[in-house]
T-cell receptor, first 114, second 105 residues
Framework: NAGVTQTPKFQVLKTGQSMTLQCAQD?????MYWYRQDPGMGLRLIYY???????DKGEVPNGYNVSRLNKREFSLRLESAAPSQTSVYFC?????????????FGDGTRLSIL | RKEVEQDPGPFNVPEGATVAFNCTYS??????FFWYRQDCRKEPKLLMS???SGNEDGRFTAQLNRASQYISLLIRDSKLSDSATYLC??????FGAGTRLTVKP
């Protein structure tokens, strides 16, 4: 029972480097999400994909891009990493974006930007 | 004003105690509400959905007050294993910052 799988689990980057965080789900869910979690701030939505072929900005999209590669996979890209992007990143999926559908989370990627 | 607000705590309670958390939301049109649990350095996990009429799951009771725009979580007979951060979620994608609970022997 893999659920939502994120890779890598840990990463250290230098300022200005680029990186792609990978996320895949095997629950046949339509909707997928990327969040960042910083101390004392809770989870903040970066981007989401309500269904395959669509993506939308969340609360904090600046500095990020996403690709919904297919129904299973949703990647997050940092084009030019900045220290302010040091955070824990969570990917999640749900049956549908609308309605009373809870999300299932991956176990996170801990990213440090030096 | 933040869209979803929680008392950050920490709440420190003895085993067996009853503890309650509230979470306020600003969007009166909000339709879905959840409580998640997050252990230290782990991913959030769904604890329970919150229904308009209130709902219970074992020792946990969730309630919604639309007039005052808040949801609540009541934990009865606290266990050591209940120690965690509890996150409220509104409209599936808006998370509160969490309330930290420590249950002590």
């Amino acid at each position: 029972n893999a659920g939502v799988t994120q890779t890598p689990k840990f990463q250290v980057l230098k300022t200005g480097q680029s990186m792609t965080l990978q996320c895949a789900q095997d629950m046949n869910h339509n909707s997928m999400y990327w969040y960042r979690q910083d101390p004392g701030m809770g989870l903040r939505l970066i981007y989401y994909s309500a269904s395959e072929g669509t993506t939308d900005k969340g609360e904090v999209p600046n500095g990020y891009n996403v690709s919904r590669l297919n129904k299973r996979e949703f990647s997050l890209r940092l084009e030019s990493a900045a220290p302010s992007q040091t955070s824990v990143y969570f990917c999640a999926s749900s049956s549908y974006q609308a309605g009373n559908q809870p999300q299932h989370f991956g176990d996170g990627t801990r990213l440090s930007i030096l | 004003r933040k869209e979803v607000e929680q008392d950050p705590g920490p709440f420190n309670v003895p085993e067996g105690a009853t503890v309650a958390f509230n979470c306020t939301y600003s969007n009166s049109a909000s339709q879905s509400f959840f409580w998640y649990r997050q252990d230290c350095r782990k991913e959030p996990k769904l604890l329970m959905s919150v229904y308009s009429s209130g709902n219970e799951d074992g020792r946990f009771t969730a309630q919604l007050n639309r007039a005052s725009q808040y949801i609540s979580l009541l934990i009865r007979d606290s266990k050591l294993s209940d120690s965690a951060t509890y996150l409220c979620v509104v409209n599936a994608m808006r998370f509160g910052a969490g309330t930290r609970l420590t249950v002590k022997p």
